[in-house]
Nanobody
Framework: QVQLAESGGGLVQAGGSLRLSCAASGRTFSAKAMGWFRQAPGKEREFVAAISGGGGMTYYASSVKGRFTISRDNAKNMVYLQMNSLKPEDTAVYYC?????????????????WGQGTQVTVSS
């Protein structure tokens, strides 16, 4: 199985930047896609970004495309989400997720392990 731990969340002003990190452990980490999801109070969890097992293919929600960048370092078992030009509507708990297979998915059903989340708050 895979264990995940997010970090890097915090309070930032609109227009600022944050980088989230996800530390993963498990022998099959490099063979699995990874994703970032977020959930705001009173809203459903939504897809943010995903990356294939080898890091060659990335996918983004339209709301973050051009502002967020997902990356991974399989040698270090790390996944990152660089968030630039942050907006108040980006405020949410951000979750790192490990995929069931090597291809990247954009729905929660494509992932079987989840971190506990890290809070991102963007002030106006």
């Amino acid at each position: 199985q895979v264990q995940l731990a997010e970090s890097g969340g915090g309070l930032v002003q609109a227009g600022g930047s944050l980088r989230l990190s996800c530390a993963a452990s498990g022998r099959t980490f490099s063979a699995k896609a990874m994703g970032w999801f977020r959930q705001a109070p009173g809203k459903e969890r939504e897809f943010v970004a995903a990356i294939s097992g080898g890091g060659g293919m990335t996918y983004y929600a339209s709301s973050v495309k051009g502002r967020f960048t997902i990356s991974r370092d399989n040698a270090k078992n790390m996944v990152y989400l660089q968030m630039n030009s942050l907006k108040p509507e980006d405020t949410a708990v951000y979750y790192c997720a490990s995929g069931k297979i090597i291809v990247a998915g954009t729905t929660s059903s494509a992932y079987d392990y989840w971190g506990q989340g890290t809070q991102v708050t963007v002030s106006s």
